[in-house]
């Protein structure tokens, strides 16, 4: 593992050499208002970043991704396993929960104005909704398999229910809710921008939206490069958590 | 033939079979299985019959392997046994006690392992004593005890995915025999491991339960095994299993390698191989 890293970095720069290089010479030909090149778009980058705006944008956007996230991840994580506990439930509520989770959750704008208006409360609303079927699902289906795996175990040592609970089921599925707050944070993060560009402007949302409406090709480009970076390194801290709680697990819930 | 197979391998002396009713406390058998029936219903199908009568006492520290082929019902034996599965008529006693949930009596050696990826190998031979409420000083000694009784001394602190599986089984081993069990169960404990660290550890695990005076109740298919480590072996016919015979494993002791090269050996194993016979015909035809 050790030995193929280094290689495996060095493609990748050549990689991202090659693609900026491509887009700076293709950028320099044609029309800079329909693409600007690479080396504009970055002194756009930097323009953001020095007069604040980005920086603010920033931590407005993280505040509504952290606080949506967080609540969807704790009802999800309950609600995933109290599901996950009984086939009953989990049969009553697979399909709605397959559906909800299926659906683009920025499909619930409208409604979501609707009934909680466009202010910050109703962002977290669409934050939450967009997050918390991921958190549901991998809960549910790490109890489960937690449950079949070891519920023999479990009872031929004698073992309680809440001793089971706590000793066997919850340590087991911990990865597992894990790998479901990562899926879950990836939605969070387009129901927030989402959020920020529809309903009440804030936030990296609105910084997008108002270079769109000026036709900022540059400053649209910007902000892009800005949510790939801030959703890569997020995507990458959540996997590197999950590997140190579950050093043991190399297969992952989503792929 | 090298010898003739004949009955002699049957159980033999009527005196080792005692009469529950006749005989006194000390001969009593510490498991006592009888007219036992067992059928499943599932999705696919209905009522299918896994055990038919089955009968069998199990004496004090013996060690007794459930011989079949697969599907005859064996891991269903071991676990009404273990408490974990009804059944739906007939009785099933430890020491004169009906058998209706797990018995603290009992320990559990999985096929695979069912150890705890997310504990360290203390952690798991503990599992049983936490249930048990052992307090925290002794559980951590007792835990010791058992891995070093393992040969696992070294890896006290190391988690399950760092060893190999021959060496995971050993943990499955510390960890039932940590809680003292007078009943150990082992279903096919060898089942996932490869041709040499499986003959390795028979051996090895035979001189660890030599230590023990556990009564051991081991499931295999494999005859070679189940005469290597067995004092007796109860043969089942094919589902719905039934058992068709109990032989005595008059082999020398302590067993190594060397046991497979005795006349006798040879000989008994013919002789399960016929027992055996009839039921792969059968299987044939069908
Ligand atoms: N939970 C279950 N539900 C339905 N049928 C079952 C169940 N468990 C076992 N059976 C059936 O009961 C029969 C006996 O199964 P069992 O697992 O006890 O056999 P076995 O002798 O242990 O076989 P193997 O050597 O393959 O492990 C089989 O026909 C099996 O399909
Ligand atoms: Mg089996």
Redesign the interface.
Request: net charge positive.
């Given at each position: 593992m050790k030995r193929r890293s280094l290689p495996d970095l060095v493609w990748a720069v050549l990689g991202i050499v090659l693609i900026v290089a491509v887009w700076q010479f293709y950028g320099q030909l044609t029309n800079p208002f329909l693409f600007p090149s690479f080396t504009r778009v970055l002194g756009q980058l930097w323009e953001y970043i020095a007069s604040g705006i980005l920086g603010r944008a920033f931590v407005e956007t993280m505040g509504l991704l952290v606080v949506g996230l967080a609540i969807g991840s704790v009802v999800g994580i309950v609600v995933g396993i109290v599901i996950g506990s009984n086939a009953n439930l989990s049969a009553t509520f697979a399909p709605f929960i397959q559906v909800a989770y299926s659906t683009p959750r920025i499909a619930l704008i409208p409604l979501v104005m609707l009934w909680f208006g466009v202010g910050f409360n109703a962002q977290v609303v669409l934050v939450f909704l967009s997050c918390v079927f991921e958190v549901v699902t991998a809960t549910e289906a790490g109890v489960q398999l937690v449950t079949k795996?070891?519920r023999?175990?479990a009872?031929?040592?004698?073992?309680s229910r809440l001793?089971t609970f706590i000793?066997?089921i919850l340590?087991?599925s911990?990865s597992y809710i894990f790998s479901g707050i990562r899926l879950g944070m990836g939605s969070a993060f387009v129901g927030a921008l989402g959020a920020q560009m529809f309903m009440q402007a804030s936030g990296l949302g609105s910084v997008v939206k108002h270079a769109m409406q000026s036709f900022r090709t540059d400053q649209v480009m910007a902000c892009v490069i800005t949510l790939a970076i801030t959703a890569a390194v997020l995507t990458a801290g959540m996997r590197r958590a999950e590997q140190r709680i579950?050093?043991?697990?190399n297969d992952s819930f989503d792929d | 033939m090298a010898a003739d197979p004949g009955v002699s391998f049957v159980t033999r002396a009527p005196e080792k079979q005692p009469d529950l009713a006749a005989a006194p406390h000390t001969a009593r058998p510490k498991v006592w299985i009888e007219g036992v029936m067992k059928s499943y219903s599932s999705k696919a199908v209905d009522n299918l019959l896994a055990l038919r009568d089955v009968n069998l006492q199990v004496r004090p520290g013996e060690f007794i392997s459930l011989l079949g082929p697969s599907g005859c019902g064996k891991t269903t034996l071991l676990k009404i046994i273990a408490g974990l599965v009804p059944f739906d008529s007939g009785r099933v006693d430890i020491d004169r006690d009906p058998v209706t949930e797990p018995s603290s009596k009992v320990a559990m050696v999985f096929q695979n392992f069912g150890l705890f990826p997310w504990r360290t190998v203390r952690g798991n031979v503990e599992f049983g004593l936490e249930a048990a409420g052992v307090p925290g000083k002794l559980r951590r000694e007792t835990a010791e005890e058992y891995i070093n009784l393992v040969g696992l001394g070294r890896f006290s602190n190391s988690h399950p995915s760092q060893l190999s599986g021959g060496m995971q089984q050993r943990v499955g081993l510390a960890r039932a025999l940590a809680v003292r069990p007078e009943i150990l169960l082992m279903d096919e404990p060898f089942g996932a491991l490869d041709a040499h660290t499986r003959e390795l550890l028979q051996f090895e695990m035979l001189s660890i339960l030599q230590k023990t005076q556990a009564t051991i109740i081991l499931v295999t298919h494999s005859v070679d095994e189940a005469l290597v480590l067995s004092d007796r072996i109860a043969v089942f016919s094919p589902s719905p299993g039934h058992i068709m015979e109990v032989l005595d494993v008059d082999l020398p002791h302590p067993r190594d390698a060397a046991v497979k090269s005795l006349p006798r050996y040879a000989a008994m194993r013919q002789h399960i191989w016929d027992a055996l016979r009839p039921v792969a015909k059968k299987d044939d035809a069908s």
């Open positions: 795996q070891y023999e175990v009872r031929s040592f004698r073992l001793q000793k066997v340590p087991g911990v579950a050093p043991w697990r | -």
